[in-house]
DNA sequence: ATGAAAGCGCTAACAG
DNA sequence: CTGTTAGCGCTTTCAT
């Protein structure tokens, strides 16, 4: 058995080094104003007692408990579950760099027949100043929940752009999904591909209206007709191989460019039914780059997670910080990972 | 412009109703103490001036913030991913039910040539008071982190068995790998199969012996041999792809059970090579019931996580609380989602 | 059933 | 450069 002693403290630590109180909170917090030999002592101290802060007590103080909040979405199809997982680990790890911690709520269980509460935990959470600030994923259509943070004056910043309001005021980051679906198309017209088709998802989406241009833009570029190459489905890899079954009927593509990983998959189940075997000569591509992509050798539009973490955390601490916020919004680019479905 | 005055105090409230400051207090955390119209008015004023009780302020107090710590692990293999994503989110919510938050953090960057910290970042994190306690996860052979946080007496739980030490005096919770692997077995028995092969991992994991040992008990309840059908490789595509040749060459199975899904995959590869069909008559499951798998159509063993995340905070509650703990181990047993490959 | 007093551990001001 | 004083907002005795 250990200590069963309760932890140090500050005055514990003073005590022993033989200063008041006051010191050891500047040996900590600004090492700058101590003489080196008694920092050397103050430190030997700290060391000797297994000294830690006490974070309540710092939090009570300083008015920031340098935690960010962020609230999971409801588990929504593959793709995005993915994605999130891998942004949330980035997450953890850029905000670790400038000494915060991620702290993860939900929305709570919708009641039948009743709409989900836009500011789900959102409010309790920042008026009982549990958390400093909040990174908000769901900046889909319309989100009220940037309005509300806005109006509440919760500092946040979000992962995707605020497509409905131009002028918000709050730091974004988003992933530029035009630039990597044409990269996509720019790819597999590289690869000698003329009829190259577009599988998108049914409109009402910011993000799919999006990368379905990014498609339309290289296209129109290369000089080459996009007439009845499309197909607007949803996101369901039985609508992908339904729609690739149709354009193969009639327009014939020669290559195509997904707005999801489920629809490529539904394309590649197509082309197997039909006997084809997608590569150089019958590209298919991706968007996600996820688990599926993947294991089948998927080429696919992978989000560049890690820098939009870093990003976000950056804006963040721009936002705390006394000084007046400078970034707005930043738009990254993704990459292409290429596999064996285009190569 | 709204009110960018200060969020209302246990003070302002108690002004408000005309009330002290304790009653306020009361009449959050022991309502039962005050006379129903009292606290009426009490509640009314906290309505009024929206008022949160500020966390830090409780935690200081009260020594518990009501945040669980969840070290993310450094990024699995596919599977594992899938599993942690749909893990977090059970966890977060069966922690809001109790009133727990959870705190994600990360071992820190694993310097080039050096061991990574197997305590990393759980030691700061429980001495600063900033976590009440832990959910550990990583239980693999031999994990330090579960002795070290004993040894500090920091409150755990574990997802996971503590294979190397039977006496170990954690609350933990698991899934029965052996009992779904059975289950597997048998469900490719009922479909009319004999020599149905294991393809498992290279020896050394706990894991893996386990779900190992539920296709052997199966395949023995069932008078079934087990000579010459079993393979052990590493957990990736190809490697299943290439055992799943050699059983096929040698034993001819007319059915594979696997221990992950990304082996499954590999064994789906093999077939369709050889122009085979996974289906009723050439049965395929895999493990972990990962996207792969729904997208595939392919049957695989599932985990309970949202069981065990229930049972996890249950135990913790149980740990916290001033009574003496009831729960020691909790195994759960994973269901089947039977898909294309075997139906 | 309600109120008064004390203090959790820390840091921001200021004084020396 | 170091020490003193005060108080963040809450809950826990204890008294009324």
């Given at each position: 058995m250990e200590n069963p002693r309760p932890p140090a403290t500050l005055a514990d630590v003073a005590e022993r080094a033989g200063v008041s109180r006051q010191t050891v909170s500047n040996a900590i917090?600004?090492?700058?104003?101590?003489?080196p030999d008694t920092l050397a002592r103050v430190q030997q101290a700290i060391d000797g007692l297994g000294y830690t802060p006490n974070q309540a007590a710092r939090h009570l103080r300083t008015?920031?408990?340098?935690l960010v909040g962020l609230r999971l979405t409801p588990a929504q199809e593959f793709t995005a579950n993915m994605a999130m997982d891998r942004f949330v680990r980035a997450l953890v790890e850029a905000a670790r760099e400038v000494g915060y911690h991620v702290l993860l709520f939900s929305g709570g269980p919708v009641e039948e027949g009743e709409l989900p509460d836009p500011l789900g935990g959102y409010d309790d959470l920042f008026r009982s100043t549990a958390v400093d600030a909040f990174v908000v994923t769901?900046?889909?259509?319309?989100?009220p929940v940037a309005v509300e943070l806005t109006r509440r004056r919760a500092p946040f910043v979000a992962f995707g752009r605020p497509w409905d309001d131009p002028v918000a005021s709050h730091p974004w980051v988003d992933v530029d999904g035009a630039a990597g679906v044409a990269a996509a198309t720019e790819h597999v017209r590289d690869l000698?591909?003329?009829?190259i088709a577009w599988l998108g998802w049914e409109p009402g989406s910011r993000i799919g209206e999006d990368r379905r241009a990014g498609w339309h833009r290289a296209m129109v570029a290369a000089g080459l007709s996009t007439a009845g190459l499309e197909a607007a489905v949803a996101d369901t890899v039985d609508a992908g191989r339904q729609a690739a079954a149709r354009l193969l009927d009639t327009t014939a593509p020669t290559g195509f460019v997904c707005a999801s990983d489920t629809l490529a998959v539904g394309v590649l189940h197509t082309l197997r039914e039909r006997g084809l075997h997608a590569g150089p000569g019958l590209p298919v591509v991706g968007f996600d780059d996820s688990q599926v992509a993947q294991v089948m050798g998927l080429t696919s539009v992978r989000q560049p997670l890690e820098e939009v973490a870093v990003e976000l955390i950056g804006a963040l601490a721009d936002l705390l910080a006394p000084t007046e916020p400078t970034t707005h919004g930043i738009l990254l680019a993704p990459t292409l990972a290429i596999r064996q479905t285009s190569v």
């Open positions: 917090n600004n090492p700058d104003l101590l003489r008015r920031s408990s340098r769901d900046t889909y259509l319309g989100n000698g591909h003329e009829r």
